[in-house]
């Protein structure tokens, strides 16, 4: 995927689990600090699957847009997903600002869970994301449109509302992004392959 990529989040142990996983990839840049000063093509947002954006990242998303991101996220929701988008997908908008110029919503939760659980939300919140940034391009080479999405930038998925463990969802995210940017697609042959995945998905590391 031609795309550079930014991983930045205000949380230290995010970034430090990023570091841990993510390594040194080309057209990665992995630091602490706030996503929004970032001069990129897109940001990507977790949130829940009703595009409430009262809390967290998402919330200040919403502000730097001026407000005005919230209704349009959940108007988008209401017409292409029967009022709610399941964690596993993802859409890509205009966020109504110069920058970022688009918004990738990727919901991480139905709803914030009261504690910490296991899951993969993570894991297809951050697929979704990226998957759907891949569909962009390629509907904007199709089009003749080539240029407007270069560059992305991520917060930790799952760990504001979702309550993720970090490295849990650091590992996840460099799972969804072995899979959709350096092509590592998974093809499994058996359920207990599938399973084991799922298993290691949700490990406790480090």
């Not at 110029?101 to 993570?122: C, F, K, L, Y």
């Not at 359920?191 to 490990?203: N, P, S, V, Y």
């Amino acid at each position: 995927m031609p795309l550079s990529f930014y991983l930045r989040d205000k949380n230290p142990d995010v970034v430090k689990a990023w570091e841990k996983f993510f390594g040194r990839q080309p057209n990665l840049d992995i630091a602490e600090g706030d996503v929004l000063e970032l001069n990129v093509s897109a940001v990507v947002a977790p949130l829940n699957s009703f595009g409430i954006m009262g809390s967290g990242f998402a919330r200040v998303l919403n502000e730097h847009c001026e407000g005005q991101l919230e209704s349009r996220v959940r108007n988008l929701i209401q017409d292409n997903h029967a009022g709610e988008l399941p964690v596993g997908m993802a859409e890509v908008l205009r966020s109504g600002v110069d920058k970022p110029g688009m918004v990738v919503i990727s919901p991480t939760v139905r709803v914030p869970p009261d504690r910490a659980g296991a899951s993969i939300n993570a894991y297809l919140a951050t697929r979704a994301a990226l998957r759907a940034l891949a569909a962009h391009l390629r509907k904007e080479k199709q089009e003749g449109k080539e240029g407007s999405l270069e560059s992305v930038a991520m917060v930790g998925m799952g760990t504001g509302d979702g309550k993720m463990p970090p490295q849990v969802a650091a590992f996840q995210m460099y799972e969804a992004y072995c899979q959709i940017v350096l092509g590592r697609e998974p093809n499994f042959a058996t359920i207990e392959a599938a399973t084991a995945h799922d298993l290691e998905l949700k490990k406790t590391r480090f």
